[in-house]
């Protein structure tokens, strides 16, 4: 029996998502003004006294180091994409920032749950006026921020698709997560705005904290489906396991040609590997099978192994 194995034509492994270089651009270019207006609302609160400055200018400290992860990710990928010793490629790097930036997300929830519980049961004078001014200033950077990092983002927050190929561009999960880092702390300024406008109309101390509450278990959601869609990513899961695998099978099982071994697993953005092992009554060659899976254009690295199918005589 002979066995043969062909790959794809080029092997340099190149599978960073097509947006990858104006993602990137993007990334940097919100955490500049994330970062900006950090130092701004610091150096202001440390002039004026004003603790809600300060407080908002920490918080959107953690964000901006959130989305230095994707912006270092995007970063490093780039450098290192001819890097043999990556054997498949620095696609992945997106999922696994966007893995820890996820993580983030949750530490992040769960210290404005955490904080917001402590003001419920031990509430503080808040200077409306000026606290409201500094949630609306910091809601105006945050709707910039998004506006920006919006273009390709797929809004789905961890609901797959049917089948992606069908449905527009690849999920780029790097810049989902900065997205939902902006995303969180425009969340937690609207809320803020609201519960101090009716703080200060009704006096209910009680309304920013609660708001507090909703918030970061609104954010937790969102991170358990970035780690849910990350992680799968990472442990080579498919969403959908039946999908892309049965129009592999459907384009090769013809003619009495059975696939025995199929292992499908993403490599990058919009990017998928498969090896199939086929054996077949009348093997074709290696090349013509990967031929036949050309119109399946998530699939950039093909492996083939063929064998004569052994007949009851043998």
Request: proline share 4%; hydrophobic share 50%.
């Amino acid at each position: 029996m002979t066995t043969q194995i062909t790959s794809t034509d080029t092997h340099q492994h190149v599978f960073l998502g097509d947006g990858h270089s104006r993602n990137e651009r993007k990334v940097w270019l919100v955490i500049a003004l994330t970062a900006t207006m950090m130092v701004v609302e610091i150096a202001a609160g440390s002039v004026y006294g004003s603790m809600a400055l300060i407080a908002d200018g920490w918080h959107m400290s953690t964000h901006a180091a959130a989305m230095l992860i994707s912006a270092l990710a995007y970063l490093y990928a780039r450098r290192h994409i001819h890097d043999r010793s990556f054997t498949f490629g620095t696609g992945k790097f997106g999922d696994l920032a966007g893995f820890a930036s996820a993580v983030v997300l949750a530490l992040i929830a769960l210290l404005i749950g955490w904080e917001s519980f402590q003001r419920l049961t031990n509430p503080i004078p808040i200077s409306f006026g000026q606290a409201i001014a500094v949630a609306v200033v910091g809601l105006a950077v945050n709707l910039v921020s998004a506006w920006l990092l919006k273009d390709d983002h797929d809004h789905h927050h961890g609901h797959h698709h049917d089948h992606d190929h069908h449905d527009g561009p690849a999920q780029d999960n790097n810049l989902r997560a900065a997205y939902l880092h902006v995303l969180a702390d425009a969340l937690t300024s609207v809320l803020a705005i609201a519960a101090l406008l009716v703080g200060s109309a009704y006096g209910w101390l009680w309304a920013d904290p609660v708001m507090g509450i909703i918030g970061g278990m609104v954010i937790a959601r969102w991170s358990w489906g970035l780690i849910r869609d990350t992680g799968s990513v990472l442990l080579d899961r498919l969403p959908d396991p039946e999908t892309l695998p049965a129009e592999i099978r459907e384009i090769i099982e013809r003619d009495g040609d059975v696939i025995t071994d199929l292992h499908v697993w993403q490599v990058g953005p919009g990017h998928y590997a498969a090896i199939l092992a086929i054996v077949s009554p009348r093997p074709a060659t290696p090349e013509d099978y990967r031929l036949r899976l050309r119109p399946v254009h998530e699939l950039s690295h093909v492996t083939v192994e063929v064998s004569q199918m052994q007949t009851a005589a043998a």
